[in-house]
């Protein structure tokens, strides 16, 4: 288990370097000058070497990496070219919304496709088909799409939520929760097919092994069998997508807290990248890969709590 | 018989497993088939008496000792060798499941082992394959269905087929009646023995159960962890073991006969064979007499 | 192979992948030649028309700037098929390229490979995405060549675990002995076998690359404003969201739509290319882990519904010899196999047909037969399981119970407590992810009511019963943890939990070498002995009948051809088959010469002939065995066969 952590870790340092790096490189494959290009073709000649300077574009790449990266490990991820504020505390402020929204919206997959996907398997019949056909369904209707109707019905029509905007938790936990409401609908129904689909396929297969009917036939009771028994080795690979989708998530908040207005990492991303403000892009880059990690260990340590002999491999 | 044996393998030593981790799986083991002769390799699971196929057919790497085909070096033969050499040794595997490629025609797999020999056209290729499944008894349409369409006897039967198309002279077989069923089982067993008369090949027939070994082989190797414990004729070595090992494993085999399979039960029962590692005998079974048949 | 032209018609033969099919024909006609699609200029502004719902002028309605919905979708198509092909061309060339490097030659490269798939999947697509449109703004095809290797990790990953699955096959090792070359095995034998598996990848790369290029569109990186992208229009629909929702309809729908075809493609494609084999594979995998696998569903209480017995219960017509004080009596019990929905054969087959079986008290009867016979289903059966849903007739008395017609309720009595199960395979039969102890400690509490502490003290005393010489340790151990000896040890102990009068056990000894199957088969014998406690014993292998058994009962082909206490079996056997196998012994025959054998194989269920099942193969047979049925007669007090020639003495030359 602890081997598994260290080297989970030991992944994390050259991730996040081979990450940066591709940052730098995309950078300097930009056709032109990247400070003409951040401020746009109708600028002044002296404002955009200006800002050439200002972004070190002057210095050959290798220093300009290096100075970058030194910084970036004491925490410095430089500023934002369009508002000059500093990048880390605009992530750290852009933070929680986003951290909220996948935090509910994994806890919505989790709970809800996994409760459908048992049902399912143990139930069978026209929730067992339900099940297969809402995970294709649920693959071809766009996130996005899906957050604009619920907002047009729930939010236009009925009232029930508000159509956009954020209220921190602290403000209100209530209000936190109705503001993410939509947002984390959209966000999970077609991740909550994908693992009730898995949870079903996954059940029905253990279900199947001989340690359930040797079980079964030494009269165990069919609750410890399903629940107790067949659950915990069935839950491995669904533990398993409920870590890649949860970091897919993290790819459609962009969206979502874009549609949503929820001032989050992601809809900041997507600003900066209409501003071409890239020190802000890669301080978000960094942030999402972090995340991405952290996810992925979490996942990692859970399979091997469920399985021993995931841990021992 | 030629004086020189067809197969001979000196103080084989092979170590499985990474380099610090390893085990040594075979121990200086040493035997001979010849022309004609069919070898019975056997001992339970961990005796090493696969990897010891494995060896000889450059499927796992020698650790230490030699393999000679045929007089020929082939301990570390490389690519190219061993290629030349699939001309002359043909393997049959226990699993008659696995060992066809489900997604592959019978003819398609049957054709392999003439793919890259010259001389060997398509129209001649399709004759041999029409050949190999007449003599194991499959008619020759087999060739245009898939592996799911036969069952296990079937199957063993083709991979036999496979196995014999490019007329090879030393056949090594892994347990290739164990997972049949018994009425089955006696079929192949025949076939077996059919085969060797009619085409004259070395025979290395590796399985656990003793009773087919003594009825199929001229002469037995029994293995225990690595090492040989018991060579010689097969039906001596069957009737009068000498070694502890082996007529432990004699009596641990429930024989259909309830009378003596009690008798051997209950004195199991009493008293379990040596688990130690055997001791070494010194045996060299090139040095046994051949059998004269 | 399969001809290309088989494939297509038995994958059209679908009406779901047929309506998917025409949809992407009309996608990609859009993307070629919009106009055949609608006469109107996708940016030809109508403004008195603007936000109209479908009328005759503009099927599908207008947006806010009165241009055309149809005409918008059908010129978008181009863009999004390009981006689309861009993506999926580039994760399948990278994916499948790469994989196969990894899976087939291992070691370093297969270290440096899954290291790459790893680092793309832990990069977060949409942001780099971001990055990208951000430096090169409104190039959609860097865009898609970017996202489509980023997803390649997932094909990466599949295609190597692929390869190295295929890579450990005995007819990959077959291949190299025949003298094939690299190259070769991967042509012949490992590309075949990734076909299905990359066409389903890459349909789902598709899709999510679809969506992922309308995302883009929609943020406001796709073509710029008067161009038309599907993602665009669902944009401009947002924007007069409040008073004309219709707009965000036919966008959603478009894109909805041909993400479901790529997917129903992609599967109707992958079991096209791999239906003339497929179906046997899954036989394969049945006959391979030696037993039918039983149909995934929980146990539920399992009633002949409502219909009468098939047969009055007792007396059993000319049955299997009656023992006064018998523990169970089965008779005629059969089993039917639903017909399911399921393609092809087995359905509604019978696949046990009249069996009739006792057990006394302490006794250890022997299920003899080969595979395919119907033992394992019997035994499962009797415990109210039988494989596949199937259904039973006949009857099974047992302590004062008709199992057959058990409830819940009365189960519960039943199983563990006076009816104990063994499987064959020790190593599957225990949850994989529990120490030994808790497992046990569950029975015990589960069929004594004892508390934990008592328990635990149970679970070590079951142990060391079973002979684990430390149970302590033993009970601390994970299954994966034992060795085969030691796990059936422990699912020994498992059935003993309840302290049961009958052990049903399923092949217990198969998977075992033979000192540790000889171990085994003592622990039994003295299990027997001490506890008084029958054992059903299913086998194949007449020697463990001779070492264990005090009567055998034979099967073949779904019935019972003979059954009578195992001296008479060994000393006077009358059913040719009988005497077929035990010829066919090596044990029993003489050194030199040809084993006797029995011609041809064991017939399938619902290929059983109408009269004697085994004339087919019996040296004995003559006209009148195959006309009608043959009963099970009984020859003696303890005898019983199913011949109409048992006093035939010759056997099979």
């Known amino acids: 288990m602890v081997r598994l952590v260290l080297r989970r870790l030991a992944w994390t340092g050259p991730l996040l370097f081979v990450v940066s790096v591709l940052c730098f490189l995309l950078i300097s494959l930009v056709p032109g000058d990247p400070a003409r290009t951040v401020l746009g073709p109708l600028a002044p000649p002296e404002q955009v070497e200006a800002l050439h300077r200002q972004m070190g574009l002057d210095r050959p790449l290798t220093v300009q990496y290096l100075s970058w990266l030194v910084a970036a490990v004491h925490g410095d991820l430089g500023r934002s070219v369009s508002t000059g504020t500093s990048v880390g505390p605009l992530i750290a402020s852009r933070l929680a919304p986003t951290l909220s929204l996948i935090l509910l919206a994994t806890l919505t997959v989790g709970v809800v496709g996994t409760a459908l996907g048992v049902l399912s398997a143990v139930r069978g019949g026209p929730l067992g088909r339900l099940v297969d056909v809402a995970s294709v369904v649920g693959l071809a209707v766009p996130g996005f799409w899906l957050a604009l109707v619920l907002i047009t019905w729930l939010a236009v029509r009925w009232r029930l939520f508000p159509a956009t905007g954020y209220v921190p938790f602290g403000e209100s936990p209530v209000g936190w929760l109705r503001s993410l409401a939509l947002p984390v609908a959209a966000t999970s129904l077609a991740a909550v097919t994908a693992v009730a689909k898995q949870t079903r396929d996954s059940m029905l297969d253990v279900l199947s092994r001989d340690f359930v009917r040797v079980m079964q036939a030494n009269g165990l009771s069919v609750r410890s069998i399903v629940y107790r028994h067949a659950l915990r080795t069935a839950a491995v690979p669904v533990v398993a997508l409920l870590g890649v989708i949860s970091a897919s998530l993290l790819g459609a908040t962009v969206l979502i807290e874009n549609i949503f207005g929820l001032p989050g990492l992601g809809s900041g991303a997507a600003l900066a990248a209409a501003q071409h403000d890239i020190p802000v892009l890669q301080g978000a880059v960094v942030c999402y890969t972090l995340i991405v990690v952290v996810i992925g260990l979490l996942a990692d340590l859970a399979q091997a709590w469920l399985d021993p002999r995931v841990g021992a491999r | ?293 | 192979m399969n001809r290309p032209a088989a494939v297509a018609v038995r994958v059209l033969r679908r009406p779901l992948v047929l309506l998917a099919v025409l949809w992407l024909l009309l996608v990609l006609a859009c993307a070629l030649h919009p106009e055949l699609v609608t006469g109107r200029d996708p940016v030809d502004q109508d403004l008195p028309a603007a936000l109209g719902g479908p009328s005759a002028a503009h099927p599908l309605g207008t947006d806010r700037l009165g241009q055309d919905l149809l005409s918008r979708l059908a010129y978008g198509a181009a863009g999004t098929l390009w981006g689309v092909l861009v993506a999926v061309l580039t994760a399948t060339v990278v994916g499948v390229g790469l994989g196969l490097l990894a899976g087939y030659l291992g070691g370093v490269v297969d270290a440096l490979v899954g290291r790459l798939a790893d680092l793309l999947f832990s990069l977060p697509a949409i942001v780099i995405l971001l990055v990208v449109v951000a430096v090169f703004p409104g190039d959609v095809t860097i865009a898609m060549l970017t996202f489509g290797l980023l997803l390649s990790s997932g094909l990466i990953r599949v295609v190597r675990a692929a390869t190295r699955s295929t890579r450990e096959e005995l007819f990959i090792a077959a291949a190299r002995l025949a003298g094939l070359s690299t190259p070769q095995i991967l042509r012949r034998h490992v590309l075949p076998r990734l076909r299905g598996l990359v066409i389903v990848q890459a349909s789902l790369v598709a899709a999510i690359a679809l969506v992922m290029q309308a995302s883009l569109a929609f943020l406001g990186f796709g073509p710029p404003p008067p161009e038309p992208s599907w993602g665009g229009m669902i944009d401009e629909a947002r924007m007069v969201i409040v008073r004309h929702p219709w707009a965000l309809v036919p966008p959603g729908l478009a894109v909805a739509l041909t993400v479901l075809s790529f997917v129903l493609l992609g599967d109707a494609a992958r079991d096209g290319a791999t239906a003339a084999w497929a179906t046997t594979k899954l036989a394969r995998r049945r006959r391979r882990s030696g037993r039918r696998r039983t149909h995934p569903t929980v146990p539920a209480p399992r009633h002949p519904t409502g219909s009468a017995p098939a047969h009055p219960v007792e007396p059993a017509p000319a049955g299997g010899p009656g023992h006064a004080d018998t523990l169970l009596s089965v008779r005629r019990l059969s089993v039917q196999l639903p017909g399911g929905p399921a393609r092809g054969a087995r359905t509604g087959t019978t696949v046990v047909s009249d069996v009739d079986l006792d057990v006394g008290p302490g006794e250890i009867v022997g299920l003899v037969g080969e595979s395919g016979c119907g033992k394992t289903v019997t035994a499962l059966s009797i415990l109210g399981l039988p494989p596949g849903d199937g259904q039973l007739t006949g009857s099974c008395h047992f302590a004062g119970l008709d199992l057959v017609r058990a409830d819940d309720r009365q189960w519960r009595t039943v199983r563990g407590r006076r009816i104990g199960y063994v499987a064959q395979d020790p190593m599957v039969s225990l949850d994989p992810t529990l120490r030994v102890g808790v497992q046990l400690a569950e029975a015990v509490r589960r069929h004594t009511g004892l508390g934990r502490r008592p328990a635990r003290a149970r679970v070590l005393t079951l142990l060391r019963d079973v002979g684990l010489p430390e149970p302590d340790t033993a009970a601390r151990r994970y299954p994966h943890q034992l060795s085969g000896g030691m796990a059936q040890r422990v699912a020994i102990a498992f059935a003993l939990a309840g302290d049961p009068e009958l052990l049903i056990a399923d092949e217990p000894t198969t998977a075992l070498d033979v000192t540790r199957q000889a171990e085994i088969l003592a622990l039994l014998a003295r299990t027997s002995r001490e506890r008084r406690l029958a054992v059903l014993l299913v086998t194949h292998d007449l020697g463990v009948v001779a070492a264990l058994c005090d009567r055998a009962v034979v099967m073949y082909a779904g019935q019972v051809v003979e059954s009578c206490p195992v001296t008479e079996l060994f000393a006077r056997p009358r059913h040719p088959y009988t005497r077929g196998l035990l010829a066919a012994d090596p044990h029993r025959a003489s050194r030199a010469g040809r084993l006797p054998t029995i011609t041809g194989t064991v017939p399938a269920p619902g290929q059983w002939p109408t009269g004697c099942r085994f004339a087919p193969r019996c040296p004995l047979a003559t006209e009148s065995c195959r006309h009608a049925p043959v009963p099970l007669d009984r020859l003696g007090p303890a005898h019983a066969v199913r011949c109409v020639r048992p006093d035939e003495d010759r056997v099979a030359a």
């Not at chain 2, 990897?51 to 570390?76: K, S």
């Not at chain 2, 070395?202 to 399985?207: P, R, Y």
């Not at chain 2, 009378?259 to 029962?269: D, G, I």
């Open chain 2, 1 to 293: 018989m030629s004086g020189r044996p067809l197969l001979a393998v000196h103080d084989l030593v092979v170590d499985l497993g990474r380099r610090r981790s390893a085990t040594r799986v075979v121990d200086g083991v040493s035997l001979t088939v010849a022309a004609g002769e069919t070898v019975g390799l056997v001992g339970e699971s961990g005796s090493g008496k696969s990897t010891i196929a494995r060896a000889v057919l450059g499927l796992t790497p020698v650790t230490d000792g030699r393999v000679l085909i045929d007089g020929v070096d082939v301990t570390h033969a490389g690519r190219r060798q061993r290629r030349a050499l699939s001309d002359d040794v043909q393997l049959v595997f226990q699993d008659p499941f696995s060992s066809l490629n489900p997604a592959r025609r019978i003819g398609d797999s049957l054709v392999e082992p003439l793919l890259n020999r010259r001389g060997v056209d398509p129209a001649r290729r399709r004759v041999l394959v029409a050949e190999a499944l007449h003599r194991v008894g499959l008619p020759a349409e087999s060739a245009h269905r898939y592996p799911g369409q036969f069952s296990g006897g079937q199957r063993q039967r083709i991979a036999l087929a496979r196995a014999l198309v490019g007329s090879p002279r030393l056949l090594v077989t892994d347990e290739p009646v164990s997972a049949l069923d018994l009425s089955v089982r006696a079929q192949i067993i025949n076939l077996l023995a059919d085969l060797q008369a009619e085409l004259g090949f070395g025979h290395l027939f590796i399985a656990h159960d003793l009773a087919v070994v003594r009825h199929l082989s001229h002469r037995m190797v029994v293995l225990h962890r690595g090492r040989v414990v018991e060579a010689g004729d097969a039906e001596t070595v069957y009737r009068r073991p000498t070694h502890p090992y082996t007529r432990a494993l004699l009596a641990a085999v429930p024989v259909p006969d309830p009378v003596r399979a009690r008798a051997a039960l209950a004195a199991f029962a009493r008293q379990p064979p040596p688990a130690g590692p055997a001791p070494d005998l010194g045996v060299d079974p090139a040095a046994d007499r051949h059998p004269t048949s």
